[in-house]
C-alpha cells in the first residue's frame, strides 16, 4: 500500500485488502465519502449519493467475508455509475430532463453483475444528455468539471464516471462508448477506460444512444484494475442478441506476458477532423518509445482515409437517435438541449436507403482496417484526444456555438469514432501531461476480441512509468 488514505488505493489493492481482512468494506466505503465530500463540490460528478444505502451494502459485504463467503475479486469493493443504467424501481435520468423522476422497470445487466460479484454502491454519475455530447456538458445537471483543473473540460459523455475515478472518489465505473464516450473522459481525466470489442458487454438494461455503435465497458485506475472489471461485465447475455457466446478469458491472469517481441504500430495522423497537436504527438511518441525499451517492436502505420466512415457513423446515430427519441420529441422538443435536439432531429431526413447502405459498409470498414493498419501488428497506437484540453467555455455549444466550436467538440471524436463502427477493442491510458497540466491519453487498438493482449501491452507500460499513479489534488 503506497498511501494510508484507502481511497488512494487501486481497485484491485482494496479489494484483495478486504479478501485479506487488512481493511473492511466499511472502511473502504468510509474513505470513499470522505473523499466525495471534497470533491463532489469541485466536479460535480455525483448526480445521486446513496450514502446510508452504501454503508449498510457494505456491512453486509463485511459479515459476508466473516462468514467465510467471498463472492469474488471486486468483493466489497465501492463503485459508482454513469446514470443511464437501469436499478429496477430507481430513478435513471440518462443525465436529462425528461427522465429526471422516471423510474427503471428492470435492473441491468452489468448491474446484476457487479452485485453478483459484492460491488458497494455509491450511487450514479453525472454524464451529457441521453450520453450525446463528447466534452462533459450538461445544461440539465450543471456540468462536470475535470478533476486535474475545474475550468476543463472532463470528456463525455462519460463525464461523471471520468471525474470521479480520476478524483479518487470511487475506485472503478461504468460508462458506455458511442464514438469514444469512455475513452475521451478516461484520457481527459488521466484513468484507464476500455470500449471492449462490439457484443462482448451486454448493454440490456441501459439507455441506448445509437444500438448499432453503443459499448459498455469501465474506468479505472489502473489497466489491472479494468482487467479485474472487465472480466465479471463480460460475457454473452441472453437479453442482449449482440452478445457474444466466446469464452470470457482470466484477463488479469494474463497481465504478466510483457511486451517483449510484439509488433505495435504507431500511427500520428496528421490530417483529420482535428489537427495533431504537437504537445500531445511527443507524448504518444515518447509512450511508444517505453514500450520500445520493453521489447516491442515499433514501426509507423497509417490509418484508412475515414471519411467515409465517419459519415457513416453520422447516418447511424443520428437515424437510431430520431427512432428512440421520436415520442419526446414530438411531445416535449423544449426539454432537450438546442444541441442535443437539433442532432437528432436530421435523423428525421435521412432516407432509409442511406441508413442500410451505413449498415451494410461497417463490414467492408473493418476489413479494410484490418487488412492495413493491422497488418503485420499485434495492436496499433494512436492518441485518444489529439489537442491539448480545452476549457469548459471554449466548448460550450450552447453558449457558443458557431463554427469554430463546433469543428473543436467534432475533433474530440476524431480518433475514437472510427473504432464503434469498427467494433474492435480500444483501451485509453494516462501517458502524460499537456501544457497546461491537464492528463494526455494513449490509445491502444487490437483486433476482435483481443483485450487481453491491450491489457498486456497497457499494464507492461504502466510498469515503466508512474502517469496513472498521479493525483490531482
Request: glycine letters at 10%.
Amino acid at each position: 500500500m503506497r498511501n494510508d488514505d484507502p481511497a488512494l488505493w487501486t481497485l484491485s489493492e482494496v479489494a484483495d485488502a478486504i479478501a485479506a481482512k487488512r481493511i473492511s468494506s466499511v472502511e473502504a466505503t468510509e474513505a470513499c465519502l470522505a473523499r466525495i465530500e471534497i470533491w463532489q463540490p469541485r466536479v460535480n460528478a455525483f448526480l445521486r449519493l446513496y450514502r446510508d444505502k452504501a454503508l449498510a451494502q457494505a456491512r453486509a459485504m463485511d459479515a459476508e467475508l466473516a462468514a467465510g463467503k467471498r463472492r469474488g475479486p471486486l468483493h466489497g469493493v465501492p463503485m459508482a455509475h454513469k446514470d443511464m443504467y437501469y436499478r429496477k424501481g430507481e430513478i435513471s435520468t440518462g443525465g436529462s430532463a425528461i427522465r429526471r423522476d422516471w423510474r427503471a422497470p428492470v435492473t441491468a445487466t452489468v448491474l446484476d453483475k457487479l452485485d453478483a460479484a459484492g460491488v458497494v454502491e455509491l450511487g450514479f454519475l453525472n454524464m451529457a444528455e441521453f450520453a450525446a455530447g463528447p466534452t462533459g456538458h450538461n445544461v440539465h445537471h450543471g456540468h462536470c468539471r475535470n478533476p486535474w483543473d475545474q475550468s476543463r473540460v472532463t470528456g463525455g459523455s462519460s463525464s461523471g464516471s471520468g471525474a470521479s475515478v480520476g478524483a479518487r472518489m470511487v475506485y472503478g465505473a461504468l460508462g458506455s462508448d458511442t464514438g469514444g464516450s469512455i475513452r475521451l473522459p478516461a484520457a481527459a481525466c488521466g484513468v484507464v477506460g476500455m470500449k471492449a470489442t462490439y457484443g462482448r458487454v451486454s448493454r440490456a438494461g441501459a439507455v441506448a444512444r445509437s444500438w448499432t455503435l453503443d459499448h459498455v465497458g469501465p474506468l479505472t485506475r489502473t489497466v489491472r484494475d479494468n482487467a479485474r472489471m472487465l472480466a465479471v461485465l463480460a460475457g454473452h447475455d441472453p437479453n442482449d442478441s449482440t452478445t457474444s457466446e466466446k469464452p470470457v478469458p482470466d484477463y488479469e491472469a494474463l497481465l504478466d506476458g510483457g511486451v517483449a517481441g510484439l509488433k505495435v504500430g504507431l500511427a500520428l495522423p496528421t490530417d483529420g477532423p482535428a489537427p495533431l497537436d504537437a504537445t500531445v504527438g511527443a507524448a504518444v511518441q515518447a509512450a511508444a518509445d517505453t514500450l520500445g525499451r520493453l521489447g516491442a517492436t515499433i514501426s509507423a502505420v497509417t490509418l484508412p482515409d475515414f471519411t467515409a466512415l465517419y459519415r457513416s457513423a453520422e447516418v447511424m446515430v443520428k437515424c437510431e437517435a430520431a427512432a428512440m427519441h421520436r415520442p419526446w420529441m414530438e411531445k416535449t422538443p423544449g426539454l432537450y438541449a438546442n444541441q442535443v435536439r437539433t442532432r437528432m432531429e436530421a435523423g428525421f431526413f435521412i432516407p432509409a436507403t442511406q441508413y442500410i447502405d451505413a449498415l451494410r459498409l461497417r463490414a467492408h470498414f473493418v476489413a479494410e482496417f484490418l487488412a492495413t493498419s493491422m497488418a503485420g501488428v499485434d495492436a496499433v497506437v494512436l492518441p485518444a484526444i489529439p489537442f491539448p484540453l480545452p476549457t469548459i467555455e471554449e466548448t460550450d455549444t450552447e453558449e457558443k456555438g458557431g463554427p469554430a466550436v463546433l469543428r473543436m467538440v467534432a475533433g474530440f471524436t476524431g480518433l475514437t469514432r472510427p473504432f464503434n463502427t469498427l467494433g474492435v477493442p480500444a483501451l485509453s491510458i494516462p501517458c502524460g501531461f499537456d501544457a497546461n497540466g491537464a492528463p494526455v491519453g494513449l490509445q491502444l487498438v487490437g483486433r476482435p476480441f483481443d483485450e487481453a493482449l491491450l491489457y498486456r501491452i497497457g499494464h507492461a507500460y504502466q510498469g515503466a512509468t508512474d502517469f496513472h499513479q498521479r493525483v490531482p489534488v
